[in-house]
């Protein structure tokens, strides 16, 4: 049985290889050559000489000097596009290994993996905020101006996506590319599932779910830090909600492999203080985040309701039950019920007298 593998891997790495290549082209009979598109060297459509109108000002100049190799989406699909072939070459690895019986047991290739995704970790140029001291309190909001340009774009979530995929659980890489996404839910999630490029964000949000399932508590705690210490309010809608859920997905699979480690320790009798205060500090902080966010709804959505209904009326509790239900994310709440105190458990009950539901009815 022939199985579907490369026979040799190419030397050169895909950034320089890519920077090698001549420009292609196409036979096409008696028509001449026709280039390939290339994101690399695109073609411009028509050349017409600068304005030399007095109108024009200082930056309309400079934004018509500006070459187009340096326009900073193109230079992210430029990456986008080293990045998929790099990809490609992981990819090619991963099929000798499953298939070729190798002297050093695979030992170089697995050398020559690691590095090609730390290249492509690179060229992200994400920051890891744990790198200097090991500690969540040095965590901030971090300038990761080309990672955003890249999954502005489809194509860039359809390649997170598959490094995601490519990664080890467990594996530093993954915690810090994780951490990003985490210090950016809204930029990733918060759009309509009406909006184009919606299936590649569903599919993005599914691949980092599965991704948090093979996560440790460290790695989860410091994920969670992460949204917290963000500039950006996660979009905190329900599960189900028409607008897309989901960045509520991808933290309730947080807390709920959170809790299934918490009980697997209770368990086994196999306690990590350090892991635990850990998880307990970026818990606490993401519970506040979220019970302000519920305190704030509740207050915006019986405000609408009492504009409603004509004055000295009581509002219908069946109203604001489907109210609360549509606008509260009241499964996130349900997920924080095994990690919280006395103290969170006293505000939940107080926001419940309030009418909002905790659980499902």
Not at 5 to 21: F, G, I, V, W, Y
Request: net charge neutral; hydrophobic share 40%.
């Amino acid at each position: 049985r022939h199985h579907f593998c490369p026979t040799h891997l190419r030397d050169l790495p895909s950034r320089a290889r890519a920077n090698a290549e001549p420009h292609a082209f196409l036979q096409v009979d008696a028509l001449g050559r026709v280039p390939f598109s290339s994101v690399r060297r695109p073609r411009p459509l028509l050349e017409v000489d600068p304005p030399n109108s007095s109108f024009v000002t200082n930056n309309d100049q400079k934004a018509s000097d500006m070459p187009l190799e340096l326009e900073p989406m193109l230079a992210a699909r430029v990456t986008i596009e080293d990045g998929l072939c790099l990809l490609l070459d992981v990819d090619d690895i991963d099929r000798l290994l499953k298939f070729n019986q190798l002297q050093d047991g695979g030992a170089q290739l697995r050398r020559r993996r690691q590095v090609l995704l730390e290249e492509l970790a690179a060229s992200l140029q994400l920051d890891d905020p744990l790198a200097k001291n090991g500690h969540t309190d040095e965590l901030a909001q971090k300038d990761d101006l080309v990672f955003l340009r890249i999954v502005a774009l489809p194509k860039g979530r359809k390649l997170l996506a598959r490094y995601l995929q490519l990664l080890f659980p467990g594996d530093e890489l993954m915690r810090i590319v994780c951490m990003a996404i985490f210090r950016h839910l809204r930029f990733l999630f918060g759009g309509l599932l009406t909006d184009p490029g919606a299936e590649t964000t569903d599919n993005l949000s599914k691949v980092i779910s599965s991704c948090v399932h093979g996560m440790d508590l460290r790695a989860l705690s410091v994920c969670l830090a992460a949204v917290v210490c963000s500039s950006e309010q996660p979009p905190l809608r329900p599960l189900g909600n028409p607008s897309g859920d989901w960045a509520s997905l991808i933290l309730k699979s947080v807390l709920d492999r959170a809790t299934k480690l918490m009980i697997d320790f209770r368990a086994a009798g196999n306690y990590n203080m350090a892991n635990q205060s850990l998880w307990k500090a970026s818990f606490d902080e993401f519970f506040n985040l979220l019970t302000k966010y519920c305190i704030n709804k509740y207050d915006t959505v019986m405000q609408s309701l009492r504009m409603q209904v004509k004055p000295n009326m009581a509002i219908d509790e069946s109203d604001v039950t489907k109210a609360i239900k549509r606008e509260m994310p009241v499964d996130l709440l349900h997920a924080c019920l095994p990690h919280i105190n006395d103290q969170q458990k006293k505000l939940i009950l107080d926001l419940s007298q309030r009418s909002l539901v905790v659980g499902q009815s």
